[in-house]
Structure formats: structure tokens, C-alpha cells
């Protein structure tokens, strides 16, 4: 296949051969918008949330963060409080011809054909400009017809007969501030305290594209952060993170060309007013942590202050944490947390429309409506830009691509060779492959086809760290070779301590040279 083929093109290839991401529906000719993850990619799938969990939630003391899980399917009502029913609308525009009738998003049309930012002008708007660039349907070249609004949410009829309208959640959000009386009660929780979720949202994208960035249906992490709006600048933990330095673009470092990032400390960020307040800082810097150590290099992300007509009116300040893919000249940058102050809105909202009272008592005995500042997470698109970020290309360092994973998130641990199938090895090879999986809990694979060489080529292409190969040594004195992803060097270690210098290694304890006899 030609090596002119996209970043994108290539690790779409290898997940879909390896058992990444496949497409739903795959034998009835797909289902645009949805994907399921493989075999491998599951593991990798799981291995980010689990982190995310580790890092987010489970280890955060003061204030705590409380796991919820919720249902996916809401009453009109709900999103109608939330504001989703009248505004959770794209611009939709169609081509005129009846041979092509295809969809695009208004905006986006706009800006791949002029430049021009467009994002909050309404359908009249667009269409003047549409009309006055002689924009045409980039399929056929037909003409386009008037632009509409279309609400992005799935809707449903729940109840027999007729029914009564719902929606699949178009985020985990509502979730939060629903559950967030009975969360206070049950938990017995003061002010401040999150709520965090992780699971599945859906949305009806005009137009889904290849990967995973913008699908129908789509897992989402976040964390809704309660606060006295009078204490927002005293997150207990703020010193722990205060130093990282967060690179921002804000909105006049959007207006300069080329565009201008600011490097600052979380710290700095608040002092300067730049950033609303501690907490929302706290969330930019442990992302900044967070993605970093996902494999996605520092200097390809940037949390861009959205200008005022991509930020809702009850908002005090929303920021994207944005990355760049790697695709040469064309790079694309793709949002993949909202943060956002959310202030009191949601909570009072819900509080009027149900008639419920969701105030929540302050150390000082006053009644209140919490503050919200929210960090939201997208699995699929965090997967995707981790995927195109790790990939390494075939003829650098050895003739196959690879995936460069950090051991975290890592699909497989480990894989588990005989040298070859006779003498023993491969009982011997099966019997420490399920020790490490049963015994130890480590995600491996055992695999004695092929030649050594191209089994450690087949575990390079899924991001396997390290491989054990069982030899004629092994049989003599119970050791076996480590072979490192990275180096492609090699250790000898004894089997008496292969489960713990494989965990120290695979939480990166101790360095690779130093873990054993080199080979
Ligand atoms: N509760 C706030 C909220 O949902 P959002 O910016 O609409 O905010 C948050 O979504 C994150 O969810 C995005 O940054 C992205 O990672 C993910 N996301 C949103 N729409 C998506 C889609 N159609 N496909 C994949 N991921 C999506």
C-alpha cells in the first residue's frame, strides 16, 4: 500500500486488522457514527478509564469525588430544563440535487470553504453567506439549499401504544445534578464535593467522520465539582499542582497570526484572573498531568478559551483542552475536554422546573445553590488521539509500525513465546503464561506461531511492552529473556522473580537495563 496514506488512514488500517476499533454493523455495510472496540482495543478502552478512575476520582480525599452510574435514557422534561430541548441545535444545510441530497453542518461547510468563524450566527446568517461565496455542495457541486436548525438529540418513545417522547442522554452531566440531593444526603457530604460518571452519551452528528471523533454514540468521563461560589479560590489541594504549567490559548492569542500560546502556571493563571478560579485551574493542570502521561506529547495540546459566541450566557468561563493529530500538512485539532463554569445554572434550573429544593448548606449555615465547575471527558476521542499520537511508522527504527503506549494504558502487558515448539517449551511457555494471567493478573497473550522476529513484530503493532521467551536456558536453569518494546533490547531474569520485576517494570519502579542480566 502507498506510504502516502494518512497518519489517520494507516492506524485505522492496524486497528481494524488487530482488533482495536471495528465498525458496528460491520457485515450489514456499517452504521455511520458508531464503533465498537475489539479485543485489543477494549483493553486499551478500559486501561484510560481505569486511570482516569485512579487519577480523578478514587485517589481525590478533600474534597471527595462520588461515583455515580446513571441511566441513559431521560424524560423530555429533564432535557427540557437543561435547556437541550430549544438549544442543543448544529445548522444543517442540503444539497439541492435530488441525486445527492447530502447533509453537511452549516458551519463547518462555511469555514472549510472561507476561513471565516462562524460558530453562534443564526440560520438567516448563514445562508446570506453561503449565497454570497457562492458556497456549493462539495459532493456534486449542485447548489445548496436554505440552511435549518436540527436538534442533536436521539429521541425515543418510551411506554406502549403512542408512548411519551424521551432522549438518550446527550451527556452523563444531567445525571449529576438529578442525583445530586440524594448524593449529599446519602453520603452525608458538605460543600465542596464532586460527582463523577462514566458512561455512554448519545448525539445525532450531522455528519460523523472516519475514527472516532465524532460518533452518534460515545462514552463520556466527568466530573461535575460542587462548591460555595464564596471558596472557589480555596481548593485544598491547589499547592500540589500549582506549579504546572498549563499552555493556553487565550482569546487574544487566538486573534494574533501565528497564534499565540501562553505557557503559565496553574498558579499564575488564577493570580492573573486569566482563569475563573482554583478549581478550574486544579482540573487544567492535572489534565495537563493526565495526557501526558497517556502518551500525547506536552507541546501538541492547548486549552483555548472559547470566544463569547461559542460560550453559553450563564457560563464564567469555558475552556477546551484541544489536541493537534498528527496529519503533516493538514493538521487537525480536535477538542477533547470541555471545561466549563457552570456557576449555579444547572443546579437552579432543575430546582425550578421540579419544584425540588437543591440548596445545599454552607459551613456558615446559609442556604445556597452550589457552584459547578466541570472537567468533561471524551473516552472515544481521548482513544482516538492516543492512537494517532503512539503510532510509529514502518522503516524508522524496524520494518512494521508500532504503537508506543505507555505501560498504563497499555492493551497487553505482556506475551508469553516458547523458541520453539518442541523440547518442552511450549508446556513450560503455557505454564508461566498462566500464571502471569490467572495468578498475577496481568493482561497477556501467549502466541508459539511464527519466528520469534515476527512475533515481536505482531506484539509491536498492538503496543505490547514486553515479551518472555522461554529457550532451551529456561529448561536448564528456570530463567527467561525479557525482550523491551521500546529498546527491542533484552534481559535474562530468574522465574522466582519474573511477576515482580514484570510489575515494577510495567509501573515503571525500575529502568529496563537494570531489571536483569543483559542479553
Ligand atoms: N457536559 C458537557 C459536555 O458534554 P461537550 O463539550 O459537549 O461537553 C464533552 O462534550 C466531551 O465529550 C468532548 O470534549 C468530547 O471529548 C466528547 N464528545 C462530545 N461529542 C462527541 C461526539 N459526537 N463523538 C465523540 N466524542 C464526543
Not at 69 to 95: M, N, Q, R
Not at 351 to 365: Q, R, V
Request: with cysteine.
Amino acid at each position: 500500500m502507498s506510504e502516502k496514506r494518512s497518519t489517520l488512514d494507516k492506524v485505522m488500517e492496524v486497528s481494524l486488522r488487530r482488533g482495536l476499533v471495528f465498525p458496528t454493523a460491520e457485515i450489514y455495510g456499517g452504521f455511520a457514527g458508531v464503533y465498537d472496540f475489539g479485543p485489543v482495543g477494549s483493553f486499551l478502552r478500559e486501561n484510560l478509564i481505569n486511570f482516569w478512575l485512579q487519577y480523578f476520582v478514587k485517589t481525590e480525599i478533600d474534597p471527595p469525588v462520588y461515583l455515580l452510574s446513571g441511566g441513559t435514557v431521560l424524560p423530555f422534561e429533564v432535557l427540557k430544563a437543561s435547556g437541550h430541548v430549544d438549544h442543543f441545535v448544529d445548522p444543517i444545510v442540503s444539497c439541492s440535487s435530488p441525486e445527492c441530497k447530502t447533509e453537511f453542518r452549516a458551519d463547518h461547510l462555511i469555514e472549510d470553504a472561507t476561513g471565516q468563524f462562524v460558530e453562534g450566527l443564526d440560520e438567516q446568517e448563514l445562508t446570506r453567506i453561503i449565497r454570497e461565496n457562492n458556497i456549493r455542495c462539495p459532493n456534486c457541486d449542485s447548489e445548496l439549499a436554505d440552511v435549518t436548525i436540527f436538534n442533536l438529540m436521539l429521541a425515543t418513545k418510551v411506554g406502549a401504544g403512542k408512548g411519551t417522547v424521551a432522549y438518550m442522554r446527550p451527556e452523563t452531566a444531567q445525571i449529576m445534578f438529578l442525583d445530586f440531593k440524594r448524593t449529599a444526603i446519602s453520603m452525608r457530604a458538605k460543600l465542596p464535593f464532586g460527582i463523577a460518571q462514566v458512561g455512554s452519551s448519545y448525539r445525532n452528528e450531522i455528519s460523523p467522520r472516519k475514527g472516532l471523533i465524532r460518533l452518534r454514540e460515545f462514552e463520556q468521563m466527568e466530573i461535575e465539582m460542587f462548591v460555595d461560589p464564596a471558596t472557589l479560590n480555596e481548593q485544598p489541594n491547589f499547592d500540589e499542582i500549582k506549579n504546572v504549567k498549563l499552555r493556553l490559548l487565550t482569546r487574544e492569542g487566538q486573534e494574533k497570526e501565528p497564534q499565540e500560546i501562553l505557557e503559565i502556571t496553574a498558579d499564575e493563571s488564577v493570580k492573573q484572573n486569566i482563569l475563573p478560579n482554583q478549581y478550574f485551574a486544579y482540573y487544567l493542570a492535572k489534565e495537563t498531568v493526565f495526557y501526558t502521561r497517556c502518551g500525547i506529547p506536552r507541546d501538541k495540546f492547548r486549552f483555548r478559551h472559547m470566544k463569547p459566541e461559542e460560550t453559553p450566557h450563564y457560563s464564567g468561563g469555558n475552556w477546551d483542552l484541544e489536541i493537534e493529530l498528527p496529519r503533516g500538512e493538514n493538521s487537525q485539532i480536535v477538542e477533547i475536554v470541555g471545561n466549563a463554569y457552570r456557576q449555579a445554572y444547572d443546579l437552579g434550573n432543575h430546582a425550578k422546573h421540579s419544584g425540588e429544593d437543591l440548596s445545599i448548606e454552607t459551613e456558615n449555615g446559609e442556604n445556597i445553590i452550589a457552584h459547578v465547575v466541570e472537567p468533561s471527558f471524551g473516552v472515544d476521542r481521548s482513544t482516538h488521539c492516543i492512537l494517532e499520537h503512539c503510532f510509529r511508522e514502518k522503516g524508522v527504527d524496524r520494518d512494521w509500525t508500532w504503537f508506543q503506549f505507555p505501560n498504563v494504558i497499555a492493551p497487553i502487558s505482556v506475551q508469553v513465546y516458547p523458541l520453539m515448539r518442541k523440547d518442552g517449551m511450549p508446556e513450560k511457555a503455557r505454564d508461566i503464561y498462566v500464571k502471569l494471567k490467572k495468578d498475577a493478573g496481568f493482561n497477556a497473550i501467549y502466541d508459539q506461531a511464527g519466528s520469534i522476529g515476527r512475533r515481536y513484530a505482531r506484539a509491536d503493532e498492538i503496543g505490547c511492552p514486553y515479551c518472555l521467551t522461554i529457550d532451551y536456558t529456561t529448561l536448564e536453569d528456570d530463567s527467561v529473556t525479557i525482550r523491551d518494546r521500546d529498546s527491542m533490547k533484552q534481559i535474562r531474569v530468574p522465574l522466582s522473580k519474573l511477576v515482580d520485576i514484570l510489575r515494577q517494570l510495567l509501573e515503571e519502579n525500575i529502568k529496563f537495563a537494570e531489571a536483569g542480566q543483559p542479553v
